[in-house]
């Protein structure tokens, strides 16, 4: 049984991601969330309805021992499973300027983005070299390439994931193994509901946000056989907003 993992996968973007994989490319997607269980199976259950498999995974990628934990018995569950696909999408976003930013909201971000980015991969990365074969896609942010004012936290998190990328698909690359980074910008999400669209739309050179489905074509593609020659990159999503 061929298997992708897709952290962060329940809603907007990773169940955009999760469909793509389970039904583009045939993948049973492991779909891991950590609070909304409504939303996870939901994503499951639309995947099943056109044809795909998948199982929901709870765990929060910022806890080492609750990712070895789930993901050990996960493993455990199905011997003849094989994760050939990563998708470190999980993130969380705690604005606000930094002279006021709290400790947790500083740690929480990092945690999520740059610890859980270490954790899942971790897990599998000798796995995955073992097979030789694999692919590692990491959804960072437009604010980790240009920096964004107001969240000096999730650019810092996102920015050292960008920074991750380019250095383990070098220590990787001999085993067919492609770790690449996909940079959205602004994505029509709940994460975006409460923006300003129409003042936004100003900067974004296409003059629209940008939908789920066009970044998780990206993964899609980063994810397949095609891309094997495409590692260590940083792909932006984002309508000519930076580039």
């Given amino acids: ?110 945690h999520i983005s740059l610890q859980g980015f270490y954790n899942v991969t971790r897990f599998f990365i000798q796995k995955l070299l073992r097979q030789r074969y694999g692919r590692i896609i990491n959804v960072v942010s437009v604010s980790g390439m240009k920096g964004t004012a107001g969240q000096v936290n999730y650019s810092a998190a996102k920015a050292g994931v960008v920074g991750a990328t380019k250095a383990l698909a070098q220590e990787v690359a001999k085993r067919n193994i492609t770790v690449n980074a996909v940079a959205p910008g602004f994505i029509r999400t709940d994460m975006t509901q409460d923006m300003d669209e129409k003042e936004l739309i100003r900067l974004i050179p296409v003059n629209r946000f940008g939908e789920v489905e066009e970044v998780a074509d990206l993964v899609c593609f980063l994810a397949s056989k095609k891309s094997g020659y495409i590692t260590g990159e940083v792909i932006n999503v984002n309508g000519g907003i930076y580039s």
């Fill in 1 to 110: 049984m061929r298997c992708a993992l897709v952290t962060g996968g329940s809603r907007g973007i990773g169940r955009a991601i999760c469909q793509k994989l389970a039904l583009e490319l045939g993948y049973h997607v492991l779909i891991n969330y950590q609070g909304n269980e409504v939303a996870a199976r939901e994503t499951l259950a639309l995947i099943e309805a056109a044809g795909g498999s998948g199982d929901i995974l709870k765990f929060d990628v910022g806890d080492e021992d609750a990712v070895k934990s789930a993901l050990e018995y996960w493993t455990d569950q199905n011997p003849d499973a094989i994760v050939e696909v990563i998708v470190n999408n999980a993130g969380v976003a705690k604005d606000g300027l930094f002279m006021w930013m709290t400790p947790e909201d500083w740690t929480s971000v990092l």
